[in-house]
């Protein structure tokens, strides 16, 4: 018997760890270099320190919509969850981060996190993928409720034969892209997205883009290179643009506009299909995007360029107050 004391002291430390309270803690610049793999999980893409930093500064510039946390055990972090202003939802909702050590499930970490979403009395919104059915069950039963489904499409640019795919250009268009662009060419941009974006599934029931929020999705983020941002032009008016944005290891296709006046010209097709020319040309070897389930004809566009369609991803949504 001289070794069960030991192993009951273990039992009961293990038993007292099960029961202890989360206990959460904001996240600090020094937290990051270690959280880099956890944060690349939370995210769901790869990341570098240097933009992991700029994210974190860019969030707690924003404390009153915008927060970062962890709940740590023995100098171990076990839960992460991070919260920020939703752009593509209504004014009042957050989009909200939350991940758990697998092996400490269980355990009310994500609740405790959750609660402090919960605080801020706003709508908080999650993208769940659609195979996740644990993740999918744990929000269903803290009151989250399916909003859109989304699908995730990939391409390696380096395997697009731009010869393959060309088409020639509807007369009186161009195609061209925002280097150098004046004040005013940023302008008529602006004012497109707020009119081709409201058309779209991911904005019934939102009301219209500001164009503080306009400017802040393409001309003002900071991962947005003009180069990248093809714009169509007919008869010297802009009907049409494709944007990109440069992310750690992959670039995002974010979004595609074409004016009324344009559609069945084909332009998002032409303009994707530069778009991936240059990317090609750049070495670009991961371009990915997303689209709501509901939006047929860019799926059917990405299809047609080669794009791989992934994975689906559900937006669950619920009262912050709940």
């Not at 270099?33 to 924003?62: D, G, I, K, N, V």
């Not at 393409?218 to 802009?238: H, K, T």
């Not at 371009?287 to 709501?292: E, L, S």
Request: one cysteine or more.
């Amino acid at each position: 018997m001289r070794n069960a004391e030991p192993l009951i002291r273990n039992q009961t430390v293990c038993s007292k760890l099960r029961k202890m309270k989360p206990d959460p803690r904001r996240v600090t610049l020094q937290d990051l270099p270690a959280l880099m793999p956890l944060y690349a999980a939370l995210l769901s893409r790869p990341l570098t320190l240097e933009r992991l930093e700029l994210r974190f500064q860019r969030l707690e510039a924003c404390p009153e919509v915008s927060a970062q946390w962890l709940v740590e055990e023995e100098g171990a972090t076990l839960a992460l969850c991070d919260w920020e202003a939703n752009d593509y939802g209504t004014p009042d909702s957050l989009r909200l981060n939350v991940w758990v050590e697998p092996k400490a499930q269980g355990r009310g970490f994500g609740t405790a996190l959750l609660k402090l979403a919960e605080q801020t009395g706003k709508l908080l919104s999650a993208n769940i993928a659609d195979d996740d059915s644990p993740s999918l069950a744990w929000a269903e039963k803290r009151g989250f409720v399916f909003h859109a489904h989304r699908f995730e499409s990939k391409l390696d640019p380096q395997e697009f034969d731009p010869a393959q795919y060309a088409q020639p250009l509807p007369e009186g268009v161009t195609l061209g892209d925002m280097s150098g662009a004046s004040a005013a060419e940023w302008d008529e941009l602006t004012v497109l997205l707020i009119e081709t974006f409201a058309q779209t599934p991911d904005a019934q029931s939102l009301p219209k883009w500001s164009v503080e929020t306009a400017r802040k999705a393409v001309q003002l983020s900071p991962q947005m290179r003009p180069e990248w941002l093809i714009c169509a032009w007919r008869d010297g008016q802009l009907v049409g643009f494709t944007a990109a944005l440069d992310m750690p290891g992959m670039v995002y296709n974010q979004m595609t506009s074409v004016a009324d006046t344009a559609k069945g010209l084909s332009l998002a097709y032409l303009m994707k299909a530069e778009l991936l020319r240059r990317l090609k040309a750049a070495g670009v070897s991961d371009v990915r995007t997303h689209n709501h389930a509901a939006n047929l004809a860019m799926l059917r566009v990405n299809e047609k360029l080669g794009y791989v369609r992934q994975h689906g991803r559900w937006e669950v949504r619920r009262s912050g107050s709940s």
